[in-house]
């Protein structure tokens, strides 16, 4: 109705605010951060930067090799109950994230989207980590997992304990404790060269796979353990 046209808006301001930045000083670092000087509280927060970015590429590091493993490994079928499960989870997931961006799931992959391959996916990688907990003794004991939950319920905004096991699932929450216990196991007994990080996704762009040292990579071997015993393991520990 008022394209094309000339409109005059008037606008009252009701108050105008300035914000005025403490000088950042000695002083300023001693009263809110506990340090005696800036050049005390720089090295500090320098340091627990590169630990947090030191922690994240050894993460990134261990989840590319076990990759390596679930794509170097064969596979000749799998428990139905881990397909369902599986299967479940995964869409679950899928809902999930779909709200947190507050569409429908179709509209974000489109309709070709198929997700029998996410599927599969997920459960080569529960197997192979199945096996390699089994092969390498990696176990998750009842204390690990309930401190696990003490330490995340109220973390993750859950009315109560109860409601957060309930809702992810006790057995869920063993394998993300086991999955990252793999993910240690890989990095202590791997090791994995530097790259520049524009190499890195680059190199990750061009064929999905980062290069470790082979030699050094006790999950490929264990990724060619028989596909039976694979079936074997991941039905006793799904």
């Known amino acids: 109705e008022l394209d094309g046209k000339t409109a005059v808006f008037s606008v009252t301001v009701n108050s105008i605010t300035e914000v005025t930045l403490p000088e950042y000083n000695d002083s300023y670092v001693q009263d809110n951060y506990g340090f005696d000087t800036t050049a005390e509280f720089e090295a500090s927060l320098k340091s627990d930067l590169q630990e947090q970015y030191d922690e994240d590429a050894q993460y990134t590091a261990c989840a590319d090799a076990l990759t ?23 869409e679950s997931d899928n809902q999930a994230f779909a709200e947190q961006l ?11 989207y198929d997700i029998e391959d996410d599927v599969l996916s997920a459960i080569h990688e529960k197997m192979v980590v199945c096996v ?56 202590e007994n791997n090791t994995f060269n530097d790259i520049d990080a524009d ?16 030699e050094d ?18 039905d006793g520990n799904a």
């Open 68 to 90: 390596q493993a679930v794509d170097n490994a064969s596979f000749d079928g799998y428990p139905q109950e881990l397909y369902d499960t599986t299967k479940t989870q995964v």
């Open 102 to 112: 507050g569409i429908e799931w179709t509209d974000l992959v489109g309709e070709d």
């Open 132 to 187: 390699i907990a089994d092969k390498e003794k990696l176990t998750i004991t009842d204390d690990e997992l309930n401190s696990y939950i003490d330490d995340n319920w109220e973390l993750y905004e859950y009315d109560s304990r109860d409601a957060f096991v309930e809702d992810n699932g006790e057995d869920a929450l063993r394998y993300t404790l086991l999955y990252d216990k793999v993910l240690d196991f890989l990095g």
């Open 199 to 214: 190499d890195y996704y680059e190199t990750e762009e061009e064929d999905g796979n980062i290069d470790l040292n082979e």
């Open 217 to 234: 990579t006790e999950a490929e071997e264990t990724s060619k353990t028989d596909t039976n015993r694979i079936e074997e393991e991941s």
